[in-house]
């Protein structure tokens, strides 16, 4: 067969099996765990659940990652010294049954908090937030909630767009302001003694 003849079979082969994979997904209401939890095996996007709806997350940008990566070094560094672990997405996060989420760094203080799974985490002390641009009010507003929901001690918000931290710690069943932290300031933790940042090396790490 020559070669361009074999290139349109193969193509065409795989436009059938992903019209296949795409009539066998769920529709939007209908994703269980189980389905959801298959799909987010194979694939390195970033796709949330909630009571059987799925969201598709924005490719991090490079300022994002850039942030993602000064935090992840900072949280890395101070965790060694008291054992625990921070890891960063994409890493899944169950709030409760029929919904997760994948924070974009999540810690325990202890690394053998059984909470910590293979497969995904029940649990955290602290997730981070990097506002994302397409639609702030779910790092803002939706999260605040849904971790909250989850009993994570610590929530940080970090903002690029006006350059804040925003700590967030649990008080009952809400959270409320440890602080909201601004370029020539340290932002600190409630949970994490002695952990701070300096927010100027933040948001100017590049």
Request: aromatic share 10%; net charge negative; with cysteine.
């Amino acid at each position: 067969m020559p070669l361009e003849t074999r290139h349109s079979t193969v193509c065409a082969s795989q436009e059938q099996l992903n019209e296949l994979v795409l009539s066998l997904m769920p529709s939007q209401g209908q994703w269980s765990e189980d389905t959801y939890l298959w799909l987010t095996d194979r694939t390195t996007g970033f796709i949330e659940l909630t009571d059987g709806y799925i969201e598709v997350l924005p490719m991090p940008t490079d300022e994002h990652q850039t942030i993602l990566a000064y935090l992840y070094q900072a949280l890395f560094a101070f965790l060694q010294t008291m054992g625990g672990k921070v890891l960063f997405a994409p890493l899944r996060l169950r709030i409760r049954e029929g919904k997760f989420r994948e924070p974009d760094i999540l810690l325990v203080c202890d690394a053998a908090d059984p909470r910590r799974q293979n497969r995904f985490w029940r649990g955290a002390d602290l997730v981070v937030e990097i506002v994302s641009p397409d639609k702030p009010e779910r790092d803002l507003v939706d999260k605040r909630v849904d971790y909250a929901e989850a009993k994570i001690p610590e929530y940080w918000i970090v903002d690029p767009r006006d350059e804040t931290i925003r700590v967030l710690r649990l008080e009952d069943e809400a959270y409320v302001e440890h602080g909201v932290f601004r370029r020539g300031e340290r932002a600190t933790s409630a949970l994490l003694e002695d952990f701070n940042l300096y927010v100027t090396d933040v948001f100017d790490a590049d």
